[in-house]
Nanobody, 115 residues
């Protein structure tokens, strides 16, 4: 059974940091490109960050320089380190795994940036 389980969300003050984790099971994690997306209330889901099987990364302009994606294939886990958080980073954050036409999603974890 395929599972992507996000964790690490919560309430943080502006300027603070959080690290999200996404634990994968039920598929060959190391073969998949891993992505993070987010969806703010009333907005469409948007791409945030990607890490390939070769560990190449790319980021949305809105988070470049503040967020870092990484993966640990031994733990079947992808991470999103979020620094210098802003209120506009408030959203539900989703983990996504892609291999060819196969596409898996997690259930999301809420991040609220507020004073």
């Amino acid at each position: 059974q395929v599972q992507l389980v996000e964790s690490g969300g919560g309430l943080v003050q502006p300027g603070g940091s959080l690290r999200l984790s996404c634990a994968a099971s039920g598929f060959t994690f190391s073969s998949y490109v891993m992505n993070w997306y987010r969806q703010a209330p009333g907005k469409e889901r948007e791409f945030i960050a990607r890490i390939t099987t070769g560990r190449s990364t790319n980021y949305a302009d809105s988070v470049k320089g503040r967020f870092t994606i990484s993966r640990d294939n031994a733990k079947n886990t992808v991470y999103l380190q979020m620094n210098s958080l802003k209120p506009e980073d408030t959203a539900v954050y989703y983990c996504n795994a892609v291999w060819r036409v196969v596409n898996y999603w997690g259930q999301g974890t809420q991040v609220i940036v507020s004073s």
